[in-house]
């Protein structure tokens, strides 16, 4: 969304904009007689107090471990017509209060007509807010894992959407007529007819949102992201997302079917018309998905043929989802739904991380003002009156048990145990945005009351509360949450990184996402204000935050080597910044430097990594003085054998040697794995070396190499690769960590004795 801005973002804000551009159109804001200019200082007074309240709002919800979103919400409440804003000074232009509170309330007293909080100006900036928030929310929607991921993550979120939405909805119909006496006429109607109503409909539609920002928090600080039930809490989330876009398509639908005609006291429910309009909901999001995405790299391939600037391609590629989102308002649907299609198309182009990157500033600047408009709609006397608060306390019950429920049971049909199940269901509990959004989506269309969004308030303020403790004690007991463990299950580790300041742990977390999006990984930003970031490949999964000047990776044993060989190359980039930076530079070096540093690479996706390394020269009873000569040995070999790839050993070894110099590459159990990259090598060269000196050093290895855990070098794998091409450094290490240690696969490396061996080992590596 990144977000991240947060992944969860991403399934509140394709709704988002509803609230300014959906069919039912706020009525005239009061012409209060200001000429324009008076009505403009108005509109710029306005929004530097929404910036300022939101942004000290978001601030002291961040310092309780709350999402700044409820805070900067809690400032608009604070600041907007029915409360501070409300309160008139003077007897000139602010005799009615900054955001004409005193006038609102005295023309609904006198003639019956209530008007939206905010004057049309605000709700125009919203709107353009609101696309920016859905669009950059497509953009990090990890698309594989929507398209591909595990059958248990689909049902999580499908059966957490529909429980939810059938609790919701059947609260609503049987108890808000006993709350509040303007919904009695749901008592008249069939079942099915007042399930469909506008304030049912919306309830059921705000009770289906999950926001998984603090799940995902939690299970970071529990260590359990690449758990059974972490990676499954953050498929469902994906899934999740996608249905309640489709879910409030279909719900606006229908209530345009019913304002049509399509449902009638005499005759019931016109399903014919209910059910078209569904199929048309659902068949222009699915159509408009598949030909995005088809139709991303060409897209991509224009914008950067015809814009070389970033930020022109950025602002022309926002222009492309402002007009999808228009042509999905002329067919009928929510314009956020066509900003989220434009931005999940490009998520898997090289061009996502440059346009979050460019738009992020207009991001920051936007949002604020969004969710303060949202908090402007709240009445705080209707907040406060009891039957909101005791409906609102059965409503967020039923809303908690839903989602548990809905979720526990499809992933305990899947494998989990009740434990699992429970862990998974608190996980999808928090509501956070998402269902303040679509509350506001129904209190601006008239769809709901000021008490029902009262509730909305209060049921998403209880369950992003609750949750985190709930999740917190269910994660402490040891036991698996799967009936049946793997047997050959690594349990996930946590490497911590303590560097010298909060500004150095900042730039080397953004140089370590930006390693691992080099080589193709999907890179979300799961929480922004926690500094959570997801990695993954296939079957990989990696969870990385910041807390302080600490930087933690949780990972598995198997994948800790790709790890360190990540971060040994950041290391060395960084050194080697250092030194230049600190040397006397001319102009020209220093352009050149920033130049390189800025440089990104296209990604070739996944790749069969064996195979590099069957391709490799093998050098059984290896034997070597130190170090230094260990190297340049291996890289003659590789160009004696691999002429075509290695062109001039020389430069060759002076490029291995200078990584070499910058930090070891030395890593644990007598592993060492060296590189370098030069333009005389020509694709990708390597050398396995088995180190056989009789005599020097523990059975005959390496003792002056310098690894991690002290011990002297047995096994040396050398890689050599052009420094102008991708190269996938990265995902050869994780295919050489899970050979070497599958079944103590280094162990019998080690043993091999011929070239023949060596080979046959990789050959029959899976």
Known sequence: MNHKKMIALAAGVFASAYVFAGHAAPPPYPNFGLPRTEEMMFLVLQIGVIIFAAKLGGMVASLVRLPSILGELAAGIVIGPWALGGIGFGDGLFAQGLFHGA??????????????????????????????????????????????????????????????????????????????????????????????????????????ATSVGITAR??????????????????????????????????????????????????????????????????????????????????????????????????????????????????????IIGAY?????????????????????????????????????????????????????????????????????????????????????????????????????????????????????????????????????????????????????????????????????????????????????????????????????????????????????????????????????VASKVNDLARSISKPMRRDELDKLLQDTAKSKKTNGSRNMLRYLQGFVMLPAFKAANKREALEKMVAAVAKECPRHVRDAAAATAAVLKREASTSTGLDFGIAVPHGRDPSVIGVAGAVAIVDNEGAGEKGALADYGTLDGKPVRIIVLLLANDQAQTPYLQLMASISRVLRANDGYSRLEKCKTVDEMKRFFREAK
């Not at 008249?188 to 009770?207: D, F, H, K, N, V």
């Not at 994906?238 to 005609?261: K, Y």
Request: aromatic share 10%.
């Open 218 to 335: 939690i299970l970071s600080e529990r260590k359990k992201m690449d758990s059974e039930e972490g990676t499954t809490i953050m498929a469902g989330a994906v899934i999740d997302d996608v249905l309640g876009l489709i879910v409030l398509a279909i719900g606006n639908g229908i209530i345009a079917a019913n304002a049509r005609g399509g449902a009638s006291g005499a005759d019931g429910m016109d399903w014919g018309e209910i059910g078209l309009v569904a199929a048309k909901a659902f068949g222009v999001w699915l159509g408009a998905t598949a030909i995005g995405v088809f139709a991303a790299r060409k897209i991509s391939d224009f914008l950067k043929k015809a814009f070389r600037s970033p930020v022109v391609i950025a602002t022309m590629a926002f222009g492309l989802s402002l007009i999808l989102a228009g042509f999905f308002e002329f067919m009928g649907l929510a314009m």
């Open 341 to 569: 299609v434009m931005g999940l198309a490009l998520s898997r182009t090289d061009l996502k991380h440059m346009i979050q990157e460019t738009l992020s500033p207009v991001y920051t600047f936007l949002v604020p003002i969004f969710f303060c408009v949202m908090g402007m709609m709240v009445d705080v006397t209707q907040l406060c009156s009891k039957p909101v608060l005791v409906f609102g306390a059965i409503y967020t019950v039923l809303a908690v048990a839903a989602k548990v429920l809905g979720c526990m049971v499809p992933s305990m049909c899947c494998g989990f145990n009740m434990l699992g199940g429970l862990r998974i269901g608190a996980g999808m509990v928090p509501r956070g945005e998402v269902a303040l959004i679509i509350a506001g989506i129904g209190l601006s269309s008239k769809y709901l009351t000021q008490e029902i969004f009262g509730i909305g308030i209060l049921m998403t303020l209880v369950t992003t509360v609750v949750a985190p403790p709930a999740l917190v004690a269910l994660f402490k007991p040891k036991a698996r949450g799967v009936r049946h463990p793997k047997a050959n299950h690594s349990d996930s580790r946590e490497i911590c990184f303590e560097m010298e300041s909060l500004d150095v742990a900042d730039y080397v977390l953004s140089r370590l996402v930006a390693e691992f999006r080099e080589e193709g990984f999907f890179t979300s930003l799961l929480s922004k204000e926690d500094n959570i970031w997801e990695i993954a490949m296939d079957d990989m999964e990696l969870s990385v935050r910041r807390e302080g000047s600490q930087i933690f990776i949780q990972c598995t044993p198997e994948e800790e080597a790709m790890v360190m060989t990540a971060w040994m190359e």
């Open 103 to 208: 006038a609102l309330r005295d023309i609904a007293s006198s003639t019956g007509v209530a008007f939206d909080a905010a004057s049309p100006a605000l709700y125009g900036i919203a709107t353009l807010a609101s696309v920016i928030l859905l669009f950059l929310s497509g953009l990090e929607t990890n698309l594989k894992m929507f398209l591909k991921y595990s059958f248990v993550g689909s049902m999580v979120g499908v059966g957490g959407v529909a429980v939810s939405f059938a609790f919701g909805d059947l609260c609503a119909v049987y108890l808000l007529p006993e709350f509040f006496g303007h919904f009695a006429y749901l008592k008249g109607l069939p079942l099915a007819e007042a399930m469909t109503r506008e304030a049912p409909l919306y309830m059921g539609i705000m009770s289906t």
